[in-house]
């Protein structure tokens, strides 16, 4: 089993709808989650970190279930500009302290007109 | 700031040639990485670094070396390079004190080796 699985969608969606990715991860001990952004042909962005009670950052609402070890990402009023592959991110401190940061292959939601 | 750049942007190598890819940060971030990312495999750590002078392997080292004479960057050598290391790089950096863990990205590199 994968450490961090993401549906690979693609995700086609109508401008102005409402769209929910998940993911999950293997490891329990796993301690911090974060949402990047990936453009097409460019570099991954942070988008935001995910708490445990759960946040909100405009559009976007990130969740974690720590029973059933996923997170999830969702977004609301789907804009043009959301079109991107939206990449999990897990982190595990391991025994030495260093934290192992773990990618999800990612999620692409394709948003149209 | 320029961040994270990353040269050469696009590279074509033949089997068994090598190269040297270089990452440079003006951030004065302490922590530096490596990732290779291919379809359906997402981003997997290739090297890491922790500071000037330390490097540590990472998911996917065999192939591949590092150095960091310098805080401000981190190089990636291909000692004999492979159609299997065809791949766009990227190289990444943070803070090691930052509680968000942001990791900032390059542009990436694009390799073909045929």
């Known amino acids: 089993r994968k450490e961090v699985e993401q549906d690979p969608g693609p995700f086609n969606v109508p401008e102005g709808a409402t769209v929910a990715f998940n993911c999950t991860y293997s490891?329990?001990?796993?301690?911090?989650f974060f949402w990047y952004r990936q453009d097409c042909r460019k570099e991954p962005k942070l988008l935001m970190s995910?708490?445990?009670s759960g946040n909100e950052d405009g559009r976007f609402t990130a969740q974690l279930n720590r029973a059933s070890q996923y997170i999830s990402l969702l977004i609301r009023d789907s804009k043009l500009s959301d079109s991107a592959t939206y990449l999990c991110v897990v982190n595990i401190r391991n025994s030495g302290g260093y934290q192992k940061v773990t990618f999800g292959t990612g999620t692409k939601l394709q948003v149209i007109p | 700031n320029a961040g994270v750049t990353q040269t050469p942007k696009f590279r074509v190598l033949k089997t068994g040639q090598s190269m040297t890819l270089l990452c440079a940060q003006d951030?004065?971030?302490?922590?530096m990485y490596w990732y290779r990312q291919d379809p359906g495999m997402g981003l997997r750590l290739i090297h890491y670094s922790v500071g000037e002078g330390t490097t540590a392997k990472g998911e996917v080292p065999d192939g591949y070396n590092v150095s960091r004479l310098k805080k401000q960057n981190f190089l990636l050598g291909l000692e004999s390079a492979a159609p299997s290391q065809t791949s766009v790089y990227f190289c990444a950096s943070r803070f090691r004190q930052d509680s968000s863990y942001e990791q900032y990205f390059g542009p990436g590199t694009r390799l073909t080796v045929t």
């Open positions: 995910v708490y445990s």
């Open positions: 951030m004065n971030h302490e922590y």
């Open positions: 490891n329990s001990a796993s301690q911090s």
